[in-house]
């Protein structure tokens, strides 16, 4: 319904744009610009933003960063970040981005400040309507197989770190290769703002998933993929639902963040503008998550937090944390964090009680929210540096 209108304020700016010379048209006309620029930037995407990794500083020397695709999977593609002028042997790093409607790009700036020190993997998720019905189902289940056999592929001393909503299947994932004395179990496993215990200190989210049954997720937030799609048929969570969600919370920051990013570019300050501008275009790129996962994260994680209650099943076996005796864990926490409350990660260090104490660490990062954990000023001086010693501890 807003598509004509989107286009004309479009068609505004590519005339203005075309004018010969510098556009000098006054105050007025370039805030009215301004508004169309603002205006035709508020719209949904689904396709997946460019990591667009700059060259790093990696010992001493910058380097540049090459994506390769080390593994692909129907649902995800293990991604490579490789450095092929590196002349150090860095340890590899197995990054688990959320599966919550946003692409993995999202977190390009903790890949960015990662690969300094580490040979860094992510997995790569794909927009579910874009998989066709013949690659079958993925649920909580098969994510949990995901991250193993990508664990496996990086092969024995890998490391991993799962930022946000995967915090879960990763420490199942980890248990489970411990169970199984898989030798590829990572030497380090990092759980930063996740929900291993939404028991605890509840937030807006947790709220918002117990306050209705699950039948009313499981009927109402559901769709099928439109025939146009390579996926059509698939039931799915539309990725614009869960960006809608994340909006509401914080209505009142999105509009101040929207207004700035006017007023920025009404009064010319290119620079202060394409910050904003740039994390909005990362933000409104979403992709469809398979109901299969999404319905099943809702129930045995945030209705019945089953791994917390030590209940989570994995292909017809209990998941055992306290299996895990050789992998160092960290957990992080964002002291204003509305998403994932503090002691909610922490929890991991209850269910692995077979870790000795010299194998368990926590981070609570002061003045940050659920973002700032893994992006950010502070993400890069202060909870970096935790990171990259217990790394260089257990390698």
């Not at 197995?94 to 999202?106: D, E, K, R, Y």
């Not at 009680?353 to 992006?375: D, E, I, N, T």
Request: proline share 6%; charged share 20%; glycine share 6%.
């Amino acid at each position: 319904m807003m598509a004509p209108s989107r286009w004309a304020a479009a068609s505004a700016l590519a005339w203005r744009d075309s004018c010969p010379g510098e556009w000098s048209g006054g105050d007025l006309a370039r805030r009215m610009f301004a508004l169309a620029d603002v205006y035709q930037g508020t719209k949904v995407t689904h396709d997946r933003p460019p990591y667009a990794i700059e060259p790093v500083l990696s010992g001493n020397a910058m380097v540049p960063v090459r994506e390769d695709v080390a593994m692909s999977l129907p649902f995800g593609d293990l991604l490579h970040f490789s450095k092929p002028d590196c002349e150090q042997v860095q340890p590899k790093m197995l990054v688990v981005a959320p599966l919550s409607g946003h692409f993995a790009t999202l977190l390009r700036s903790t890949v960015q400040t990662l690969l300094a020190d580490h040979d860094v993997y992510i997995t790569d998720w794909k927009n579910a309507r874009d998989v066709p019905l013949s690659a079958g189902r993925f649920g909580l289940e098969e994510y949990i197989d995901y991250v193993i056999r990508f664990l496996q592929e990086l092969g024995p001393n890998s490391h991993v770190l799962s930022v946000c909503q995967p915090c879960v299947p990763t420490l199942a994932a980890v248990a489970l290769m411990a169970q199984d004395k898989d030798p590829a179990q990572p030497r380090t496993m990092t759980l930063m703002g996740g929900p291993v215990d939404t028991r605890i200190a509840p937030t807006v989210v947790n709220e918002l998933a117990m306050e209705k049954p699950f039948e009313w997720f499981r009927d109402n937030l559901i769709s099928r993929v439109p025939w146009r799609y390579a996926g059509s048929g698939r039931r799915v969570y539309p990725g614009f639902l869960q960006l809608t969600a994340f909006m509401s919370m914080n209505l009142d920051k999105h509009f101040a963040q929207h207004r700035k990013l006017y007023q920025h570019m009404a009064d010319a300050e290119a620079e202060a503008a394409a910050k904003i501008r740039d994390f909005y275009d990362e933000y409104y790129a979403v992709l469809d998550m398979d109901a299969d996962y999404y319905l099943e994260t809702i129930d045995a994680v945030f209705q019945r937090a089953l791994l917390a209650r030590g209940e989570l099943t994995h292909r017809g076996r209990t998941v055992d944390p306290s299996a895990i005796r050789r992998t160092a864990l960290l957990t992080v926490e964002g002291e204003r964090d509305d998403i994932c409350a503090v002691g909610q990660t922490a929890a991991a260090h209850t269910l692995c009680s077979s870790l000795r104490p010299h194998l368990k660490r926590h981070h609570l990062q002061p003045g940050v929210g659920h973002y700032g954990v893994f992006s950010g000023s502070k993400w890069e001086t202060q909870v970096y540096p935790q990171v990259r010693n217990l790394v260089l501890a257990m390698s």
